[in-house]
């Protein structure tokens, strides 16, 4: 957690369990991995993830809205 600014320390800490084994998992940890953690482990493992970036979505991988193509809908009108 050195590499982290003290609000980004802060706001790792603040995490609930549930969210921060979400985040993990969103990440790229398996379940088996996390369940040998601790709390504090998982924390620095998060704080690791933030340093590196990997905390932010990727470019480009947001979820279409479903229902709406605004090409289709270009092309109706």
Known sequence: MELL???QVQAIKKLSTP???GKLIRVGYSEE???AMD???MLAAWAVCV???KDKPE???QA???GYDVEL????L
Do not use: F, I, M
């Not at 809908?73 to 109706?76: A, G, L």
């Open 5 to 7: 600014d003290s609000a």
């Open 19 to 21: 969210r921060l084994v």
């Open 33 to 35: 991995a996390l369940e």
């Open 39 to 41: 709390r504090d482990a």
């Open 51 to 53: 340093a590196d970036g």
């Open 59 to 61: 470019q480009g991988t």
């Open 64 to 66: 279409p809205v479903l």
């Open 73 to 76: 809908e270009c092309k109706r």
